[in-house]
């Protein structure tokens, strides 16, 4: 397949167009930034934000190559950082719009990145499912853009037949995410902070619980969702992905920690406005449909992502500097106030 990947300078983007490349798809992405990791795939540098008069081909009529499916991961991807900026939840929506204007014109299925966030931080239940959704509970700015984006999903499948899916992500990391000026992600943050002999704060306290999913367990899915959905095996459906365990962020630092060989020095604070403090995915929709199967438990994928970040260190010595959570908002804007990681 000919398979248009939007965000494809980023963490998920990478991954997946490498995986598909592997698999013997074509792939073009569409980014505002370069991609600092691989040059194996061509892509565009486009801000897909723009509020672009009604357009014929690709999106503000620049022209895309012939192209079988979508996958729309382009978004300012940060709880906390849309909560202090919420016109960048704005872009996101806009660009999901744009994206999807652009999927109805050329007739494609679109695969969409939403995230657990759309659940909201309420503690109602063991697992959430795919039903448990209740947009009154919209915790943040970056929630609601996530809502607005499946809403127009949803409405483009009504109004124009569009064929979708759309994954509920939650906190995937490992392989690529450990761009220093984009640090502001837990585990690449605690990793770097420990490496470094620095203090750690765990926002959300000692029982934030939360499923992280290792980036290979997290493309496996979507390229599994690409393949029903181009075949129109599974069509117009809303799937979590992740690894269906819930761990503490105390746990997690603790397994850093140890990979480092080093004892953490943490603090315990109380939760950023927005954040999310307890979600374990229900599986079940994606094993059914998908034979979705996650294989990287959080301990393993630990092992790996201090491994890969060690690897990505020794080649960039400069890496090793301090950074505060604010970098990526002071490089693009050239002040600094002060805001946590998320995680
Ligand atoms: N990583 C996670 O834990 C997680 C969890 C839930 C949902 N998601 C969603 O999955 C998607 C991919 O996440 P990721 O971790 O790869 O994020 P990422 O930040 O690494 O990548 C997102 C990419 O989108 C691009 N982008 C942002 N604004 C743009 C614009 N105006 N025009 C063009 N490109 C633009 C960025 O430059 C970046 O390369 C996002 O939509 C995110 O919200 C991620």
């Given amino acids: 397949m000919k398979i248009l990947i939007t965000g494809s300078s980023g963490q998920i983007g990478t991954n997946l167009a490498l995986r598909l490349l592997r698999g013997g798809h074509e792939v073009f992405g569409v980014d505002k930034r370069q991609n600092t990791w691989t040059n194996e795939f061509p892509y565009l540098l486009q801000d897909l934000a723009g509020h672009y008069a009604p357009f014929r081909g690709g999106i503000n009529g620049v022209e895309y190559p012939e192209t079988d499916l979508v996958v729309h991961l382009a978004a300012h991807a940060k709880v906390h950082q849309l909560v202090g900026e919420p016109h960048r939840a704005l872009e996101n929506a806009v660009m999901t719009f744009n994206v999807l204007e652009y999927a109805r014109q050329a007739n494609i299925p679109l695969v969409f990145s939403s995230s657990r966030e759309v659940y909201g931080d309420v503690h109602r239940f063991e697992g959430y499912n795919e039903q448990a959704a209740d947009f009154a509970y919209t915790e943040s700015t970056y929630s609601a853009s996530k809502i607005a984006g499946e809403a127009f999903i949803y409405s483009y499948a009504r109004c124009y037949g569009l064929p979708y899916l759309v994954f ?91 990979e480092l060989g080093t004892e953490p020095d943490m603090t315990l604070a109380p939760s950023l406005l927005g954040e999310v403090t307890h979600y374990v995915a229900d599986l079940s929709k994606a094993r059914a449909l998908l034979g979705y199967d996650p294989k990287v438990p959080l301990d393993d994928g630990i092992a790996r992502a201090v491994a890969w970040f060690r690897e990505h260190r020794e080649a960039h010595p400069e890496e090793n ?23």
């Fill in 168 to 258: 509920r992500f939650s906190n995937v990391y490992g392989r690529y995410d450990n761009d220093l000026h984009r640090m502001v992600r837990v585990i690449p943050l605690f990793i770097h902070s420990m490496l470094r002999g620095e203090p750690i704060t765990i926002y959300g306290g000692r029982d934030k619980t939360l499923d992280f999913t290792y980036v290979d367990d997290c493309v496996d899915g979507i390229a599994r969702g690409i393949e029903a959905l181009a075949e129109r095996r599974v069509v117009n459906q809303t799937i979590n992905l992740a690894y269906g365990e819930g761990n503490t962020l105390v746990h997690c630092a603790e397994r850093i920690a140890h």
């Fill in 321 to 343: 500097t301090f950074i505060s959570a604010d970098h990526e908002r002071a490089q693009e804007r050239g002040q600094g106030w002060k805001t946590a990681p998320v995680s």
